[in-house]
């Protein structure tokens, strides 16, 4: 199992970015595939997540700025993340359980003025 996450970039407050995860090896349509995310001298937090049945949850910190979505021909998915805040800047991890857990290296998302 493989998971390639892209997508990060530097933003000003306000702006807009849309993160990517892109998997394989896997059964992807059957698969839980979550967004977490790492700032500097923190814990590592769950973002948002979204089931097989395309059923999302979010943090409450992220909740109406942020969409996450998947494409199970393209077996990506996505975390368009809208009105970003100072506090997101993170590094951004894409995991799934997939009889253990697989976490795609991170793409890192800047946002400052």
């Known amino acids: 199992v493989q998971l390639q996450a892209s997508g990060g970039g530097w933003v000003q407050p306000g702006g807009s970015l849309r993160l990517s995860c892109a998997a394989r090896g896997m059964n992807f349509r059957i698969a839980t595939i979550a967004w977490y995310r790492q700032a500097p001298g923190k814990q590592r937090e769950l973002v948002a997540q979204i089931t097989s049945g395309n059923s999302p949850t979010y943090a409450a910190s992220v909740n109406n700025r942020f969409t996450i979505s998947r494409d199970n021909v393209k077996r990506t998915a996505s975390l368009q993340m809208n009105d970003l805040k100072l506090e997101d800047s993170a590094i951004y991890y894409c995991?799934?359980?997939?009889?253990?857990?697989?976490w795609g290296k991170g793409t890192l998302v800047t946002v400052s003025s």
């Open positions: 995991y799934t359980f997939y009889g253990r857990d697989y």
